[in-house]
C-alpha cells in the first residue's frame, strides 16, 4: 500500500506540518487505519477512498479519528492535484465535518473549512498552570484557545503537557496577536497523543473567526510559531472560514505487512 509524506502550510521539507497520505482502493478496517497512525506517530494520518466524484477522507491521529483536520487535508489534495488528478482545479472530499472543497489556486491550496463557534469563559488557575503563564482572556469551542498578552507569550510557554490534559476542549491553542503576522499561535493536543501540533488547520477554525473579529478584518495572515513552524493565509466567509498554503512532498513508501495483520 502507498504512503506519502507531505508537510503541509510550507514548501520547504523538513518545515510546516507533517502528514502521511494512503490514497486507498477500497476502506481497509478501521483498527489497521489506527494502527497506521500509532505507527506514523505524526500528529495526523490521512486515509482517503474515491467515491463517484468524490474522495471521502478520514484522518487518525496515534490517538484516534478526529471530525477535522487542516494540515491533513491540505496534504491529501496535494497528492491528489499531482498524482491522481492532474487536470483537476477543484477537488470535493465527503468529511465528518460535512463536505469540504479544495481548489488550486496559483501555488496555493485553499481549503473551504466551517468555522467554530467560541463561547467565552472565564480565564482559571488550571489554564495559567498548564501554559506557565496566566491567559488574559479564553474561550470554547470544539477546542480551547487561551490569548496571551504577546507573541513573546506564545512563543515562550512552556506547557505543562499532564496538567493541559485536564483543561476543557479536545486541543489547546495559545495565541496572540504578532508583529509581521495577524496572529500566532501554538497548538498541543495531548489529549490525541501529540504533545505539539506543529501547523494545525482546524484549530485557525476556531482562531480565525476570533482575530478576524478582534482586529476587524476578512483577511488574516496567520503564523503558527511551533519549532517547524508554518505560514496560514486565511479569510472569513460567513460560517466559513478560507485556509491556504503550501506543501511540501518529502517522501513516497510503501506500507508492507501480512494480510492477517490488517
Same mark, same amino acid.
Given at each position: 500500500?502507498?504512503?506519502?509524506?507531505?508537510?503541509?502550510?510550507?514548501?520547504?521539507?523538513?518545515?510546516?506540518?507533517?502528514?502521511?497520505?494512503?490514497?486507498?482502493?477500497?476502506?481497509?478496517?478501521?483498527?489497521?487505519?489506527?494502527?497506521?497512525?500509532?505507527?506514523?506517530?505524526?500528529?495526523?494520518?490521512?486515509?482517503?477512498?474515491?467515491?463517484?466524484?468524490?474522495?471521502?477522507?478520514?484522518?487518525?491521529?496515534?490517538?484516534?479519528? &478526529?471530525?477535522?483536520?487542516?494540515?491533513?487535508?491540505?496534504?491529501?489534495?496535494?497528492?491528489?492535484?499531482?498524482?491522481?488528478?492532474?487536470?483537476?482545479?477543484? &477537488?470535493?472530499?465527503?468529511?465528518?465535518?460535512?463536505?469540504?472543497?479544495?481548489?488550486?489556486?496559483?501555488?496555493? &491550496?485553499?481549503?473551504?473549512?466551517?468555522?467554530?463557534?467560541?463561547?467565552?469563559?472565564?480565564?482559571?488557575?488550571?489554564?495559567?498552570?498548564?501554559?506557565?503563564? #496566566?491567559?488574559?482572556?479564553?474561550?470554547?469551542?470544539?477546542?480551547?484557545?487561551?490569548?496571551?498578552?504577546?507573541?513573546?507569550?506564545?512563543?515562550?510557554?512552556?506547557?505543562?503537557?499532564?496538567?493541559?490534559?485536564?483543561?476543557?476542549?479536545?486541543?489547546?491553542?495559545?495565541?496572540?496577536?504578532?508583529?509581521?503576522?495577524?496572529?500566532?499561535? #501554538?497548538?498541543?493536543?495531548?489529549?490525541?497523543?501529540?504533545?505539539?501540533?506543529?501547523?494545525?488547520?482546524?484549530?485557525?477554525?476556531?482562531?480565525?473567526?476570533?482575530?478576524?473579529?478582534?482586529?476587524?478584518?476578512?483577511?488574516?495572515?496567520?503564523?503558527?510559531?511551533?519549532? #517547524?513552524?508554518?505560514?496560514?493565509?486565511?479569510?472569513?466567509?460567513?460560517?466559513?472560514?478560507?485556509?491556504?498554503?503550501?506543501?511540501?512532498?518529502?517522501?513516497?513508501?510503501?506500507?508492507?505487512?501480512?494480510?492477517?495483520?490488517?
Amino acid at each position: 500500500m502507498k504512503q506519502y509524506i507531505v508537510d503541509a502550510f510550507t514548501d520547504t521539507v523538513f518545515k510546516g506540518n507533517p502528514a502521511a497520505v494512503c490514497i486507498l482502493d477500497a476502506w481497509i478496517p478501521d483498527a489497521t487505519m489506527m494502527k497506521i497512525a500509532r505507527e506514523n506517530r505524526f500528529s495526523e494520518t490521512a486515509f482517503a477512498v474515491q467515491e463517484g466524484t468524490m474522495y471521502h477522507l478520514r484522518w487518525f491521529t496515534p490517538g484516534g479519528e &478526529i471530525d477535522l483536520c487542516g494540515h491533513a487535508t491540505l496534504a491529501t489534495a496535494y497528492i491528489l492535484f499531482h498524482f491522481y488528478e492532474k487536470d483537476a482545479q477543484e &477537488i470535493c472530499f465527503k468529511t465528518l465535518s460535512g463536505p469540504l472543497t479544495v481548489r488550486r489556486e496559483g501555488n496555493l &491550496i485553499c481549503m473551504d473549512f466551517p468555522a467554530y463557534s467560541l463561547m467565552p469563559v472565564p480565564v482559571t488557575d488550571a489554564m495559567a498552570g498548564a501554559i506557565g503563564v #496566566r491567559p488574559e482572556r479564553a474561550y470554547i469551542g470544539r477546542d480551547l484557545i487561551c490569548v496571551l498578552s504577546d507573541e513573546a507569550a506564545v512563543r515562550n510557554a512552556k506547557i505543562n503537557q499532564q496538567k493541559a490534559l485536564d483543561l476543557n476542549g479536545l486541543l489547546l491553542h495559545i495565541t496572540a496577536c504578532g508583529k509581521d503576522y495577524d496572529c500566532v499561535s #501554538r497548538s498541543f493536543a495531548p489529549k490525541l497523543g501529540v504533545p505539539e501540533d506543529p501547523v494545525c488547520g482546524s484549530g485557525h477554525c476556531h482562531m480565525v473567526p476570533l482575530w478576524a473579529a478582534i482586529l476587524g478584518k476578512n483577511e488574516i495572515k496567520a503564523f503558527q510559531a511551533s519549532e #517547524r513552524t508554518g505560514v496560514l493565509y486565511t479569510k472569513m466567509k460567513g460560517s466559513r472560514v478560507e485556509l491556504a498554503g503550501k506543501a511540501a512532498l518529502y517522501s513516497i513508501g510503501e506500507l508492507v505487512f501480512p494480510m492477517e495483520v490488517r
